[in-house]
């Protein structure tokens, strides 16, 4: 098993940050822009727990394809998602903890299971660059934490303007 994980602190209300992370709509269009290909699976029309999608995109050269499903939510709280792909298993947790009024502490972890002998090896090379391979997976939440904070003031000067 290989665990990843970073906290980052978003100048922005918990609620706020809730809602942009459970905002699945846009998390499908982000994807798309960065050419990952999302199909939802469940068909249903309302979001919660439940909700699947097919992802399509290329890793290392290859084209990959996983079902991920969301397992649970927790409202203002959590999300946990699970995936499944040809070989490895994952979970997906975002945690969310109010710091102070404006404050929020967002959790990500990240944890990859092997099912297959060739992903053991595979996850055993990510092992050895678990370094690069953690700073990268800190740059990406940092990102993340400074898009929602970017939204969050675009919004508040929309309405003080």
């Given at each position: 098993?290989?665990?990843?994980?970073?906290?980052?602190?978003?100048?922005?209300?918990?609620?706020?940050v809730?809602?942009?992370?459970s905002d699945?709509?846009?998390?499908?269009?982000?994807?798309?822009?960065?050419?990952?290909?999302?199909?939802?699976?469940?068909?249903?029309p309302?979001?919660?727990?439940?909700?699947?999608?097919?992802?399509?995109?290329?890793?290392?050269?290859?084209p990959?394809?996983?079902?991920?499903?969301?397992?649970?939510?927790?409202?203002?709280?959590?999300?946990?998602?699970?995936?499944?792909?040809?070989?490895?298993?994952?979970?997906?947790?975002?945690?969310?903890?109010?710091?102070?009024?404006?404050?929020?502490?967002?959790?990500?972890?990240?944890?990859?299971?092997?099912?297959?002998?060739?992903?053991?090896?595979?996850?055993?090379?990510?092992?050895?660059?678990?370094?690069?391979?953690?700073?990268?997976?800190?740059?990406?939440?940092?990102?993340?934490a400074?898009?929602?904070?970017?939204?969050?003031?675009?919004?508040?000067?929309?309405?003080q303007?």
């Amino acid at each position: 098993m290989m665990r990843l994980s970073a906290k980052e602190v978003v100048e922005a209300p918990i609620d706020f940050v809730w809602g942009q992370l459970s905002d699945f709509t846009l998390w499908e269009r982000t994807a798309l822009r960065r050419g990952v290909e999302m199909q939802r699976l469940d068909g249903a029309p309302t979001e919660g727990p439940g909700m699947a999608w097919l992802i399509r995109f290329g890793f290392q050269g290859k084209p990959r394809e996983v079902d991920m499903r969301l397992a649970g939510a927790e409202p203002g709280q959590r999300l946990l998602f699970e995936a499944i792909g040809h070989s490895m298993k994952a979970d997906l947790m975002l945690d969310l903890h109010e710091v102070a009024l404006r404050r929020t502490r967002v959790t990500v972890v990240s944890e990859v299971r092997p099912l297959s002998m060739t992903a053991r090896v595979f996850i055993q090379s990510l092992r050895l660059a678990r370094g690069k391979l953690q700073e990268k997976y800190d740059r990406r939440i940092a990102g993340l934490a400074a898009d929602i904070e970017d939204r969050w003031k675009a919004r508040r000067s929309d309405t003080q303007g």
